[in-house]
């Protein structure tokens, strides 16, 4: 072989690498499963991207974690969590119009719903995981009874888009982090016992 030509198969070899990578980036099984699980989340800055993946670590690892933005195929996926950030009382509307799309398809594998918001730093009630998760997300997809919680979020100036920021702090808004890991984890295993029970 050449010096040319080993140069050449050297660049596309890196090329295939690189793409095959980037293609594959999304998805990641930390602990490979039976049936197949997705975590379909949106959010704005990340909180509720943390609360996917720590709720499938409560599952040891077995959910895929996806972005709504990446408007997902989750017709292979036996079971699916769905969650959202919340702003004025709502997901954003993408989530919504995903959940609304592909409602016939998601209704028959719905096994729980998350949402989390700032909640004004105050506890979570009945009151607002029933306006939440139920008079919001479970009303969209038609799907009741399942498990669902409500995380408190957190506030990250540095990612929110400059006017959210600059409204926020005229409400003398601070940043906090109250979401926690534990609580998503212990979520994540009571889906997972749930769904063992029934079968």
């Not at 690498?17 to 039976?34: G, H, N, Q, T, V």
């Not at 979020?153 to 702090?169: A, H, N, S, W």
């Not at 409400?171 to 889906?191: H, Q, S, T, V, W």
């Amino acid at each position: 072989m050449n010096k040319r030509t080993f140069i050449k198969s050297g660049l596309l070899g890196i090329g295939v690498l690189l793409f095959s990578k980037r293609a594959s980036a999304l998805e990641y099984y930390p602990r490979p499963s039976d049936k197949k699980w997705a975590i379909l989340y949106a959010t704005w800055c990340g909180s509720a991207r943390d609360a996917g993946v720590w709720i499938s670590e409560g599952m040891d690892g077995i959910a895929n974690v996806f972005d709504v933005r990446e408007n997902p195929d989750l017709s292979q996926y036996d079971h699916i969590i769905v969650g959202g950030a919340i702003r004025s009382g709502v997901t954003s509307q993408l989530l919504q119009d995903y959940l609304t799309k592909n409602k016939d398809l998601l209704k028959n594998k719905i096994r729980g719903y998350f949402a989390v918001c700032g909640n004004m730093m105050q506890p979570v009630t009945p009151e607002t995981t029933a306006n939440l998760i139920v008079n919001h997300l479970a009303n969209i997809c038609g799907v009741t009874e399942v498990p669902s919680k409500v995380f408190l979020g957190r506030i990250t100036f540095g990612l929110m888009e400059p006017d959210v920021r600059k409204q926020m702090e005229s409400f003398k808004m601070k940043e906090y982090d109250n979401l926690k890991r534990p609580e998503c984890m212990a979520f994540g295993e009571e889906i997972l016992s749930t769904v063992q029970v029934q079968k």
